[in-house]
């Protein structure tokens, strides 16, 4: 995952592309095995080369497994470590740190017993008012990629087997503070081409 980014980011400044091309690329640089794990056809051995995606839900820099992974837990994804690394990283506007007594997320649902998915636990943690001013900037841009896992494969569904998992569809929207409804990593990508 490391090599793919390494090789993308060189052949990007090697050709003198402009900055927002790394954003909406159509292809990469794969291997046999990283090929495999996006699903892309025909890619044998174990030498990486520029590969063209089959369609547009991993193009640019945003659908590489690395920044996915390192955007992640071990055993899930977390829509607020990515819109924090994207906030940080891509779009210069960090966000302020949390508090110090910060509460983990609840794993169930109102003490039911009932497993919630990502997405209901932190709208319960944005009922309060200190703690929804940060994460309605950031939770929007980290929901526009929850479509990839934990390791950066597509994914439909939210079952992989970990006690977060719930078994329901991805739901990839959210919505920004101005009210633009963002969806998925092609939604994500448009908005911040336009901006």
């Known amino acids: 995952m490391w090599q793919e980014t390494r090789l993308f980011l060189q052949d990007e400044f090697r050709a003198d592309r402009p900055l927002v091309h790394m954003l909406q690329a159509d292809h990469t640089f794969a291997n046999e095995r990283l090929a495999r794990h996006y699903g892309i056809p025909d890619v044998y051995g174990p030498h990486f080369r520029r590969v063209a995606y089959a369609d547009a839900t991993r193009s640019g820099l945003l659908g590489h497994a ?8 071990a055993n ?9 690394w994207l906030l940080d990283n891509l779009l210069g506007t960090p966000p ?9 997320l609840p794993n169930v649902r109102g003490g039911g017993g009932v497993p919630s998915s990502v997405r ?8 309060n008012a200190v703690c929804a001013t940060c994460h309605s900037i950031i939770d929007p841009l980290g929901f526009a990629l929850e479509e990839y896992d934990a390791i950066g494969r597509w994914r439909a569904t939210n079952d992989g087997g ?7 569809p991805i739901d990839a929207a959210g919505t ?9 990593l092609a939604g994500l990508r448009d908005l911040m081409l336009q901006r």
Do not use: C, K, N, Q
Not at 96 to 104: F, L, Y
Not at 177 to 183: K, R
């Open 66 to 73: 690395s920044i996915l992974t390192i955007t992640s837990y």
């Open 76 to 84: 899930r994804t977390s829509p607020v470590v990515r819109g924090v």
């Open 96 to 104: 302020s740190p949390p508090p110090p007594d910060v509460p983990s």
């Open 120 to 127: 209901e636990r932190l709208e319960e943690h944005r009922a």
């Open 162 to 168: 970990t006690p977060f998992d719930t078994g329901i």
């Open 176 to 184: 920004l503070v101005d009210g633009t409804e963002v969806h998925g």
